[in-house]
């Protein structure tokens, strides 16, 4: 395994070739993707150093679930004290990719200007149908708000 490396900000591609005439591409994001695993059948609780930064806009969650059994067990993800913010009632044992159409997606992950202060991420059954047991491993793939101006 290499080394970690780790910077405190987001990382901006230059943008665009100057052969469009521009002389000043427009520096675009790269999306960063958090990964965590919790236990489907738990409680909803708040999750040890995972925190989503001021300005992040999420685009999609991917889910893997090693979670079986129980009568249509749900979970839920969501950030600081909105436990469903994220993803509301999805089902436990479907390994899937949650995009912002996604029914279950919940109310903030429509901030487009991004999130408005650090929030820790909060995980954990929905409290709906009976919960089975097994892991979900979830990858949260999200932007940075950006101005989009070059540095100087």
């Given at each position: 395994m290499?080394q970690?490396?780790?910077i405190?900000g987001y990382?901006?591609?230059?943008?665009?070739?100057?052969?469009?005439?521009?002389?000043?591409?427009?520096?675009g994001?790269?999306p960063?993707?958090m990964q965590f695993?919790f236990?489907?059948?738990l409680?909803?609780?708040?999750?040890?150093?995972k925190i989503?930064p001021?300005?992040?806009i999420i685009?999609?969650?991917?889910?893997?679930?090693d979670?079986?059994?129980?009568t249509?067990?749900?979970?839920?993800i969501?950030?600081?004290a909105?436990?469903?913010?994220?993803?509301?009632?999805?089902a436990s044992t479907?390994?899937?990719?949650m995009?912002?159409?996604?029914?279950?997606?919940?109310?903030?992950t429509?901030?487009?200007a991004g999130?408005?202060?650090?929030?820790p991420?909060?995980?954990?059954?929905?409290?709906s149908?009976?919960a089975?047991t097994g892991n979900?491993?979830?990858v949260?793939?999200?932007v940075?708000?950006?101005?989009?101006?070059?540095?100087?």
């Open positions: 290499g970690r490396s780790t405190r990382w901006r591609a230059r943008g665009n070739s100057r052969s469009t005439g521009n002389s000043s591409p427009t520096p994001v790269l960063i993707k695993t236990d489907g059948a409680p909803n609780t708040t999750l040890v150093n989503l001021q300005g992040a685009l999609c969650v991917d889910i893997i679930s979670h079986s059994g129980g249509v067990p749900l979970f839920d969501g950030l600081g909105d436990p469903d913010g994220i993803i509301n009632g999805a479907t390994t899937q990719r995009v912002l159409a996604a029914s279950e997606f919940g109310v903030l429509g901030l487009i999130l408005t202060a650090d929030l991420i909060t995980a954990g059954d929905d409290g149908g009976t089975g979900i491993t979830a949260i793939e999200y940075m708000a950006d101005d989009g101006a070059e540095n100087t």
